[in-house]
């Protein structure tokens, strides 16, 4: 979910509407331009006028978040939520932050409450799969990754995401591996896919294809790391099985 800095819902009867709508934007652009502490400066000026308004808050936080000043952005956020509590777009910010801090299970909460407010915001539900799967929880990260491929069926990554996730949760090989299969059908250049591919089917018994899958990973290596991890993998399945 890309955020744009907040502009429109600043046309509202406001004092110095004028000086806000410009305060805000020179905000934006400096913001943009990667001067977060200038940018900082125009949002404080902004909100000395109108407290009130949430896309400041919001603005500010950014801008926090970008000087690495995360408690602040934090109080920032939390302030724009307690002023307008139906903009997906701030508690998405927010879970994002506390991603960057490994504060998983709040940014999980986050990203629950910004599902509600846009439930096919496939972003949303990518940054949420992600997280659970730092936790380990891969059940509700496979159940955030069906409702992207469901809403996005062509989305290559979440399919990868959701073979890997259904591998990781246990007792889902089968479905991993159909998952997998329709990623290398979809890009058969996909070295991560035809890699897990391979174990999957040595696990399930197809030595034939997971061998034939694994060679194909090694030769689609583009570079020494790549080669060394594929190529382990293939060894050490050949062996294991």
Do not use: W
């Amino acid at each position: 979910m890309k955020r744009k800095p907040a502009q429109s819902k600043l046309a509202r009867p406001a004092p110095g509407l004028a000086q806000l709508n410009s305060l805000n934007e020179r905000g934006n652009a400096l913001l943009a331009a990667g001067k977060a502490e200038e940018a900082l400066a125009c949002y404080r000026q902004a909100l000395a006028l109108a407290p009130q308004l949430a896309p400041l808050h919001f603005n500010l936080g950014k801008a926090l978040k970008d000087l690495g000043r995360f408690d602040e952005a934090e109080a920032a956020f939390r302030q724009a939520m307690a002023l307008d509590a139906c903009d997906a777009d701030i508690p998405f910010i927010l879970g994002n932050l506390f991603v960057e801090q490994e504060r998983f299970d709040e940014a999980v909460t986050c990203y629950r409450r910004a599902a509600e407010l846009a439930p096919d915001n496939a972003q949303v539900l990518g940054n949420m799969a992600m997280t659970l799967g730092n936790l380990g929880r891969h059940r509700e990260a496979v159940a955030c990754l069906e409702r992207i491929v469901k809403l996005v069926p062509q989305a290559i990554d979440a399919r990868l995401r959701l073979g890997l996730a259904l591998s990781e949760d246990g007792g889902h090989d089968v479905e991993a591996r159909d998952q997998l299969a329709r990623v290398v059908a979809a890009a058969p250049g996909n070295i991560h896919a035809l890699d897990a591919l391979g174990r999957l089917q040595m696990t399930l018994g197809q030595f034939d294809e997971g061998l034939a899958s694994g060679r194909k990973a090694v030769a689609l290596a583009r570079n020494i790391e790549e080669l060394k991890t594929v190529y382990g993998n293939l060894l050490f399945s050949l062996n294991y099985h």
